[in-house]
């Protein structure tokens, strides 16, 4: 009976997903979710789109955030920094239109203007070695696919196919048992330029870049830092094996300390999340659109204590972010089933 009901309840979500999608669609209209790797923040889950009447709970631990931020004194000479990078795949053939993500400032508070422009780099993937293409034991980031820079939005509403962002900071949890966030979480919602969405296919690996852009003389010695996944949450939307392996699963444990201590997995998309050093070329012909190059791919793990408990230090990382496209209707049905499938990996939580 509990089964027939499930199939049952399943049915009518899609149905109600496919005819009514763009009303719930967000962060624009149409936009829905296709890849979400939430952050952590003690416990607090950012609203989630589409709206879920009880998001799982997070972590309770603030997370860190690793530097990815190239500067620069004139308009006529490259950006030069360090980068962070991940991977991700998801189910679904439609192109990323709009980019959600987190991450803090290292100087502790938010400069004045804060950062101006991001680098937003979509690249291939080279497998796990050895190989004669990569004799290294992880995956790293390949060529360069679709790379833009996106502009801090003027009056902070976005418009489809703007190529702006907006910035806000986001509240985290404090008290007993909880460790204070090292800075302050903020969040970033990107539209992508017109005519320059990824053109993703489903069950791909790629690789995403995000980089604070910042002219010395205009913005000041900022620091910013991309901030890391909540590992205690899966994503029902990436893939999984065996379409692509390891894909998105559980990699392991950890014990969060009691009364009583409580074993929690670890979930993790594919490999580690890296960093390396990066220039960015700015085009005279297309301005939005830079010529990159990059070295290096040193793989990161997480921080005890901010990312969790002691032996959370064994773990690859996965930063946080999302991404979202304007699916057709078939891809809205496998959407709407992606978001119960996170509901009922709460209730399995719970029970």
Known sequence: M????????????????AVCGPAWADPLPNEVIKFRQLPLNNGLVPALFPPVAAPPPGAPYPGHDELSTATRTSD??????????????????????????????????LPPGGVKQFLISFESDVPAGPSPTNPLSYSHPGEPLLNQIVTLDTDGVLTPGSGTFIEKPLPTPVGPGLIPPPETLFEYNAELNLGKEFPEHHDTVYWLKIVALVDLERDGPIQWGWHDRDWSIPDPYASTPPAVVPGEGIIGGVVIPGPPPITVPVWHFQDDAVSGGILVFPDPAMPNMPNIQQDGWTPQHYVFPYDGPTDIQQYSKDLAFELYTIPEPCTLMLIGLGALALAAARRRRED
């Not at 509990?2 to 997903?17: D, M, Q, V």
């Not at 991700?88 to 192109?95: L, W």
Request: proline content about 4%; charged content about 15%.
């Open 76 to 109: 006529n000479i490259p950006w030069q920094g360090v980068y962070m990078a991940d991977d991700f795949a998801d189910k679904f053939d439609s192109p990323v239109v709009h980019v959600r993500w987190w991450g803090s400032y290292l100087q502790s508070t």
């Open 2 to 17: 509990n089964a027939r009901r499930g199939a049952i309840a399943l049915a009518l979500a899609a149905l109600s997903i």
